[in-house]
């Protein structure tokens, strides 16, 4: 977990309390990690005797290791205290999960947190209350999980360990001192939040969006993944695009094959420098910035089959510009292709912002962007509003986001752009 990732916007920071104590040991000690089985079955019967709520929060290795699995599983739960598990030697807790039966679990930031788990065989059995995003609902600037723990629990939790190698092992003692702290608090975070949501008038509106991110499906694989390249608005040509496809792929078994993230391999700038120059032997190939490094020089060949297979390609094997998408065009292109619905949207966006400046909710949080410009570009044939919440709830907003914008939407959008 990030324990300094911030967002949002709202009520501004409450600077004027007393300075925060610091919190950097665990109250009952750095507990032993969990690596064998006999050692999860006790921890397993532990969390299952314990009561009430359970704070969960996973460790991954991102930036350094291939993908986005968890190297160290965190919980804590009154009556068990905390437990550090392994899933390297132990890559199968679904006797955990088994064990939490329908308790509410305590989360920050679940949708970055439950993929990895749910790997493991960890998924929520009950409630799910994460407190990032109630932090968003309640229009805290600053989401973090250091900044609420300060703001609402006065407690200054450590932040070094947040980006290090998590795959390391053995585990250095600091390193699981700071695991076990993001859990320390988790649950009392949550009644402090839970409390402010409540005297918001916002705690139904919380309830639905956690149970929306716990019971959300996988996203299904990405539709040509390469695209999502920083600087590929450098590409131009569908002969370069192919380049840059056919390298991606290339470093991407390298990754895997490795087990390290892909940018270890190769950074993105290279991929898109040997994209564009094309080079055809190992000597132009090595003027390019990263590539005349010795690691890069061993693998040269490696590097320029990728862009002869894409030389080989028959015109019509070329990839497209652009995938063609299922939804409205760009924005910026939509007072030329329909000056109707760029009005719209620029009636709509302006409703949904005041909306949630009077709230005290992120824009994003009140209505996804998505879903506003599919309503915008393509209409409902009557602009009512049983019509429009139909529509926005067909997209998947909550009723309490329908409940909410759907009266002003229709409002901005059918108003007479003349009228004083």
Known sequence: ??????????????????????????????????????????????IAAGTGPV????????????????????????????????????PDLSTLARALGGTEWVVHAASQDLPCLAELGMRPGGELFDTELAARLAGFDKVGL???????????LAKEHSAVDWSTRPLPEPWLSYAALDVEVLVELRDALDA?????????????????????????????????????HAVRSRRQLA??????????????RRDIAPGRVLPDRALVSASVAMPTSAEDLAKLPIFSGPANRRIADRWLGALARARKLLDDELP??????????????????????????????????????????????????????????TPPETMDEASVAEVLGALGARAWQVDLVTAPLVAAITADPTAE
Request: net charge negative.
């Open 196 to 232: 402010e949501l409540a005297s918001q008038g916002k705690a139904e509106w919380a309830r639905q969006e956690f149970a929306a991110v716990r019971d959300t499906p996988p996203a299904p694989p990405r539709q040509d993944p390469w695209r999502r390249t920083s600087g590929l």
């Open 320 to 377: 497209p510009h652009a995938l063609p998408g299922d939804g409205p065009p760009p924005p910026r292109l939509w007072k030329d292709r329909d000056p109707a619905a760029a009005e719209r949207l620029k009636v709509a966006r302006a409703a949904v912002t005041a909306l949630a400046v009077e709230h005290r909710v992120p824009v994003e949080n009140l209505l996804t962007p998505d879903s506003l410009r599919r309503l915008c570009w």
């Open 55 to 90: 704070a969960v929060d996973a460790e991954r290795a991102s930036g350094y290791r291939y993908g986005q699995r968890a190297f160290l599983v965190q919980l804590r739960r009154a009556g068990a205290g905390t437990v550090l598990v392994d899933p390297v030697p132990l």
């Open 1 to 46: 977990m990030d324990a300094d990732a911030s967002g949002g916007s709202g009520a501004p920071e409450d600077d004027t309390g007393p300075p925060a104590r610091p919190l950097d040991a665990p109250r009952d000690g750095v507990p032993d990690l969990v690596e064998t089985p006999a050692r999860l079955a006790d921890a397993v019967a532990a």
């Open 146 to 156: 250091a900044s609420i723990v300060e703001r609402l629990l006065g407690w200054q």
């Open 243 to 256: 380049a840059l496809r056919e390298l991606w792929t290339e470093r991407e078994e390298m990754a895997r």
